[in-house]
């Protein structure tokens, strides 16, 4: 492909329309999109994607990975034909539009990921990368390349400085993920200022290093250069790609060209007038779209349409050769599976006492065979986590039909590349390491749930019930640091049935992540426990009387400490109620009056147990209650041993009862 003037003219009306957007806003970046418009422009004529149906399956995926240029995003958005009019691009970063700061899966149509905390993007790809392999692995036939798509990223600075990148690049590099090619915008100025301040390694010696093929393109504005380093990076099938393209921020502006000013804030409106005039546009005329610019996009916009129609046939050809395989494609592109898991829940065969990190593996082992699609790993703890489903391959640079993968000893690249997996459709993903990890990988889960993407973490080790690893691997904030997640489902389930009923709700659930809270050390088996544990919270335990004398609640491992309290209570003569309360999230979304059943306002006598510090348990037992909880960090000894230092013992549950009864 040749580009000419016409091209040339279209990049600097991408600029223009993006520097408009963000002086109107008066905020948003300029910087990033006047540099990067035209390796944006040779990559978007380049790549498979109709704005006529961003939910094509098999298109070409796009992540700008440096959010903050939301409005490079934007601007072709509009330009290739999405549903982005120019009175959303005048919207930009207002309430309630279509164009917010940074990209908003969900929120805009064609946009495939949230980004704006740097670094996620390029994992989420390393994810949409794999999935695309094993997807093609799993349908395609010859002359039936029903999944054949690259993955595109665009990648600033900042983004390549952050440690999930270097995670997520590490993986993609021994994964071989060789339809993974990024862009990376090399313009060697961050917001403090020049990157020589803190980043001089050799970007290309290190991703040689991670084993991808890297390419340097020397002047950004080489719209052929461009595209020729693009189209050799898809020729290389065996290594991802890395394409540095030497840019400049704020290219066009002469007052803030290649200066960290141009990052972050409005141009000014003169320098957008001499903007414009340097570019060869009119100065006086804003968010304007030359006719000959959109003209010129619907040789793209075409062929974009053309591709989708091909593949469309090609996937009705594909269902009259292949129908078993075109009717699972199909079933797997479905959101709702509660169908496929409705014997999940059928409470015989948990009999022995069991850790439900254990009850969690085998449950999973069961699901494997029913749920095809469904795809996992660990950050190395696999043994540990019980994440490993048998018999169902792993998943490598030789065999992509592998469905447990080893994320190796990444949690936050692990996090996100399973965010990827979801998104690229198809898949139902999960990711596992000890609940104490966690902080390692929050920025991506706190994603999966701004995202309101059904994936699970099965999180275990969740207390001093770890033992002999002491405080550095006990969790005590974590469960209130998920809890306080908005959209994050927290189900810390009491025993083995419990468990099944998290995992039934992590997979069912259409618009949340779960984060699945296990335990080490074995548990009881209780005959009162059921699926209604779905309902975040109910009573285990009855007494006797319309009013109960005492409520007593916990959730996961502590549900057994006042099982047995209930025991000891009620032969003392005190007559309490057991409540399990697996999920907050889940408890509070049911109707009022169910939870004023289950914990009824007028009985004040509350205690709850759980072995961390979460404060969320004080809406639940009120200005009365007791909360038994961790006041520190745990120690280093047996677990036996640890919860009876700590305090949770039946002993101290019932003193604690009785001395509330008798105050
Ligand atoms: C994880 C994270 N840390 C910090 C920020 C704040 N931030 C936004 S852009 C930026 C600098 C990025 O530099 P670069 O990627 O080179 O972008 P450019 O200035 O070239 O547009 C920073 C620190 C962020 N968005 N995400
Ligand atoms: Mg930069």
Request: charged share 25%; proline share 5%; hydrophobic share 35%.
């Given at each position: 492909?040749?580009?000419?003037?016409?091209?040339?003219?279209?990049?600097?009306?991408?600029?223009?329309?993006?520097?408009?957007?963000?002086?109107?806003?008066?905020?948003?970046?300029?910087?990033?999109?006047?540099?990067?418009?035209?390796?944006?422009?040779a990559?978007?004529?380049?790549?498979?994607?109709?704005?006529?149906?961003?939910?094509?399956?098999?298109?070409?995926?796009?992540?700008?990975?440096?959010?903050?240029?939301?409005?490079?995003?934007?601007s072709?958005?509009?330009?290739?034909?999405?549903?982005?009019?120019?009175?959303?691009?005048?919207?930009?970063?207002?309430?309630?539009?279509?164009?917010?700061?940074?990209?908003?899966?969900?929120?805009?149509?064609?946009?495939?990921?949230?980004?704006?905390?740097?670094?996620?993007?390029?994992?989420?790809?390393?994810?949409?990368?794999?999935?695309?392999s094993?997807?093609?692995d799993?349908?395609?036939?010859p002359?039936?390349?029903?999944?054949?798509?690259?993955?595109?990223?665009i990648?600033?600075?900042?983004?390549?400085?952050?440690?999930?990148?270097?995670?997520?690049?590490?993986?993609?590099?021994?994964?071989?993920?060789?339809?993974?090619?990024?862009?990376?915008?090399?313009?060697?100025?961050?917001?403090?200022?020049?990157?020589?301040?803190?980043?001089?390694?050799?970007?290309?010696?290190?991703?040689?290093?991670?084993?991808?093929?890297?390419?340097?393109v020397?002047?950004?504005?080489?719209?052929?250069?461009?595209?020729?380093?693009?189209?050799?990076?898809?020729?290389?099938?065996?290594?991802?790609?890395?394409?540095?393209?030497?840019?400049?921020?704020?290219?066009?502006?002469?007052?803030?060209?290649?200066?960290?000013?141009?990052?972050?804030?409005?141009?000014?409106?003169?320098?957008?007038?001499?903007?414009?005039?340097?570019?060869?546009?009119?100065?006086?005329?804003?968010f304007?779209?030359?006719?000959?610019?959109?003209?010129?996009?619907?040789?793209?916009?075409?062929?974009?349409?053309?591709?989708?129609?091909?593949?469309?046939?090609?996937?009705?050809?594909?269902?009259?050769?292949?129908?078993?395989?075109?009717?699972?494609?199909?079933?797997?592109?479905?959101?709702?599976?509660?169908?496929?898991?409705?014997?999940?829940?059928?409470?015989?065969?948990?009999?022995?006492?069991?850790?439900?990190?254990?009850?969690?593996?085998?449950?999973?082992?069961?699901?494997?065979?029913?749920?095809?699609?469904?795809?996992?790993?660990?950050?190395?703890?696999?043994?540990s986590?019980?994440?490993?489903?048998?018999?169902m391959?792993?998943?490598?640079?030789?065999?992509?039909?592998?469905?447990?993968?080893?994320?190796?000893?990444?949690?936050h690249?692990?996090?996100?590349?399973?965010?990827g997996?979801?998104?690229?459709?198809?898949?139902?993903?999960?990711?596992?390491?000890?609940?104490?990890?966690?902080?390692?990988?929050?920025?991506?889960?706190?994603?999966?749930?701004?995202?309101g993407?059904?994936?699970?973490?099965?999180?275990?080790?969740?207390?001093?019930?770890?033992?002999e690893?002491?405080?550095?691997?006990q969790?005590?904030?974590?469960?209130?640091?998920?809890?306080?997640?908005?959209?994050?489902?927290?189900?810390?389930?009491?025993?083995?049935?419990?468990?099944?009923?998290?995992?039934?709700?992590?997979?069912?659930?259409?618009?949340?992540?779960?984060?699945?809270?296990?335990?080490?050390?074995?548990?009881?088996?209780?005959?009162?426990?059921?699926?209604?544990?779905?309902?975040?919270?109910?009573?285990?335990?009855?007494?006797?009387?319309?009013?109960?004398?005492?409520?007593?609640?916990?959730?996961?491992?502590?549900?057994?400490?006042?099982?047995s309290?209930?025991?000891?209570?009620?032969?003392?003569?005190?007559?309490?109620?057991?409540?399990?309360i697996?999920?907050f999230?889940?408890?509070?979304?049911?109707?009022?009056?169910?939870?004023?059943?289950?914990?009824?306002?007028?009985?004040?006598?509350?205690?709850?147990?759980?072995?961390?510090?979460?404060?969320?348990?004080?809406?639940?037992?009120?200005?009365?209650?007791?909360?038994?909880?961790?006041?520190?960090?745990?120690?280093?000894?047996?677990?036996?041993?640890?919860?009876?230092?700590?305090?949770?013992?039946?002993?101290?549950?019932?003193?604690?009862?009785?001395?509330?009864?008798?105050?």
């Amino acid at each position: 492909m040749n580009y000419n003037k016409i091209d040339d003219l279209s990049v600097n009306t991408i600029r223009a329309l993006s520097a408009d957007a963000v002086q109107k806003a008066n905020s948003g970046h300029p910087g990033l999109p006047l540099g990067a418009a035209p390796m944006a422009y040779a990559l978007w004529t380049n790549m498979r994607h109709s704005g006529k149906n961003p939910q094509w399956h098999d298109k070409d995926r796009f992540v700008l990975s440096a959010g903050h240029g939301s409005m490079l995003v934007y601007s072709l958005l509009h330009l290739f034909g999405y549903e982005v009019s120019l009175e959303d691009i005048k919207d930009f970063r207002q309430l309630g539009s279509i164009t917010p700061g940074h990209p908003e899966y969900g929120h805009t149509k064609g946009i495939e990921t949230t980004t704006g905390p740097l670094g996620q993007g390029v994992a989420n790809a390393v994810g949409m990368a794999i999935a695309e392999s094993f997807m093609a692995d799993k349908f395609n036939r010859p002359g039936f390349e029903i999944s054949d798509h690259y993955t595109f990223v665009i990648a600033g600075d900042g983004c390549l400085m952050e440690g999930i990148s270097s995670e997520a690049s590490s993986l993609a590099g021994t994964l071989g993920l060789g339809k993974l090619i990024m862009l990376y915008d090399s313009n060697r100025i961050s917001i403090e200022g020049s990157t020589d301040l803190a980043f001089t390694e050799d970007v290309a010696a290190r991703y040689r290093a991670y084993g991808w093929h890297v390419d340097e393109v020397s002047d950004g504005n080489d719209l052929n250069a461009i595209a020729a380093a693009i189209e050799s990076a898809k020729k290389e099938s065996e290594k991802p790609s890395l394409i540095i393209v030497r840019t400049e921020i704020g290219y066009g502006c002469p007052a803030k060209q290649g200066s960290a000013s141009a990052h972050g804030e409005p141009l000014g409106t003169d320098n957008v007038r001499a903007l414009k005039e340097n570019l060869g546009l009119d100065p006086d005329s804003h968010f304007n779209i030359p006719e000959q610019v959109y003209e010129h996009m619907k040789i793209w916009i075409e062929k974009g349409m053309k591709a989708e129609s091909d593949w469309n046939n090609l996937l009705e050809s594909y269902s009259a050769a292949y129908p078993d395989l075109f009717n699972e494609y199909i079933k797997w592109h479905e959101r709702d599976i509660s169908e496929t898991l409705k014997d999940l829940l059928i409470p015989e065969g948990y009999d022995k006492p069991v850790s439900t990190r254990e009850a969690s593996g085998s449950i999973l082992n069961r699901l494997s065979a029913t749920v095809g699609n469904l795809i996992g790993g660990s950050a190395d703890l696999a043994p540990s986590n019980k994440t490993f489903m048998k018999n169902m391959g792993e998943f490598s640079a030789s065999s992509r039909s592998g469905r447990n993968l080893h994320f190796g000893v990444r949690e936050h690249a692990m996090a996100s590349v399973t965010n990827g997996i979801y998104l690229h459709g198809g898949l139902r993903p999960y990711c596992g390491t000890f609940l104490v990890f966690s902080d390692y990988m929050k920025g991506a889960m706190r994603l999966s749930a701004i995202m309101g993407i059904p994936v699970t973490y099965v999180l275990t080790h969740d207390s001093i019930g770890v033992g002999e690893d002491g405080p550095t691997h006990q969790p005590v904030e974590h469960l209130s640091s998920l809890r306080s997640i908005p959209n994050m489902t927290v189900f810390r389930p009491a025993d083995a049935k419990e468990t099944a009923a998290g995992w039934y709700h992590a997979l069912t659930c259409k618009d949340s992540p779960t984060s699945l809270i296990l335990t080490r050390q074995n548990l009881p088996v209780f005959k009162e426990s059921s699926d209604e544990a779905l309902k975040g919270g109910y009573v285990m335990r009855d007494s006797d009387k319309e009013k109960p004398d005492i409520i007593l609640m916990a959730s996961g491992s502590e549900v057994e400490l006042i099982y047995s309290a209930y025991d000891s209570l009620r032969e003392l003569g005190i007559d309490p109620r057991v409540v399990s309360i697996p999920s907050f999230e889940l408890f509070d979304a049911q109707e009022d009056e169910y939870r004023e059943k289950v914990l009824p306002s007028d009985v004040r006598r509350r205690i709850a147990v759980e072995a961390s510090n979460s404060s969320e348990w004080y809406k639940y037992i009120g200005l009365d209650g007791k909360f038994i909880k961790m006041e520190g960090f745990g120690a280093s000894g047996k677990a036996p041993d640890l919860f009876r230092h700590f305090g949770f013992t039946v002993e101290n549950v019932v003193e604690v009862a009785v001395r509330m009864i008798n105050s």
